[in-house]
C-alpha cells in the first residue's frame, strides 16, 4: 500500500518529519518565502495563499490521478492538535480514512473547544454556502486527516 504524508508548511520546524515511519512518503507544500529542503521529503514550492484547507485541496486537485492509497493531511506544526505520540501511532496504524487528531463535537457558538473565539456563528457561516449544521457538530481538530 502506497502511503503519503501531506504537509502544509510555511515557517514551522520540521524537524518532526525525521521520524515519520519510513513507508510513508513525506510531500512538503512550501509557501514561506526563503527555500526549503528535507532530505526525507519532496518538496514543491507554491505560492502563499490560502490557508492548510487550499494546499489539501491542491493536492487532491494536481495529483487526482496520482493519489496514494492513504493520504495523511497536516499542518507544518500538528502539534497544536495531538501529540507526537498520536501522530506516531496514528500513522503507524492508519489502514483507512481516519481524523489525526480525534473527534470532537461542539455545540452552535463553538463550546467547548474554541473559548478563544466564542461565539461563532457556525449556523450563519454554514448558511451562507447553503449547509444547515446538525448539532453536535463534529470535527477534526487542525484539519488533520
Known amino acids: 500500500m502506497r502511503k503519503q504524508l501531506v504537509v502544509a508548511h510555511y515557517q514551522e520546524d520540521l524537524s518532526w518529519l525525521d521520524v515519520v515511519p519510513a513507508d510513508w512518503e513525506i510531500l512538503v ?11 526525507r521529503a519532496d518538496v514543491v514550492p507554491v505560492p502563499n495563499k490560502g490557508r492548510e484547507g487550499e494546499t489539501f ?10 493519489l ?9 506544526n500538528p502539534f497544536d492538535h495531538l501529540t507526537p505520540d498520536q501522530l506516531q501511532e ?6 483507512t480514512t481516519q481524523p489525526l487528531g ?3 463535537e461542539c ?8 473559548p478563544q473565539n466564542w461565539p461563532i456563528p457556525i449556523a450563519a457561516v454554514a448558511g451562507s454556502v447553503g449547509l444547515t449544521p446538525h448539532y453536535p457538530l463534529g470535527f477534526c481538530p487542525g484539519a488533520q486527516w
Open 57 to 66: 485541496l491542491r493536492h487532491c486537485w494536481q495529483q487526482w490521478e496520482n
Open 102 to 104: 480525534g473527534w470532537l
Open 29 to 39: 507544500y512550501h509557501k514561506g518565502n526563503q527555500q526549503y529542503r528535507h532530505d
Open 107 to 114: 455545540d452552535a457558538q463553538g463550546f467547548p473547544h474554541h
Open 90 to 95: 496514528a500513522l503507524k496504524t492508519a489502514t
Open 68 to 76: 496514494a492509497d492513504l493520504t495523511a493531511f497536516v499542518q507544518g
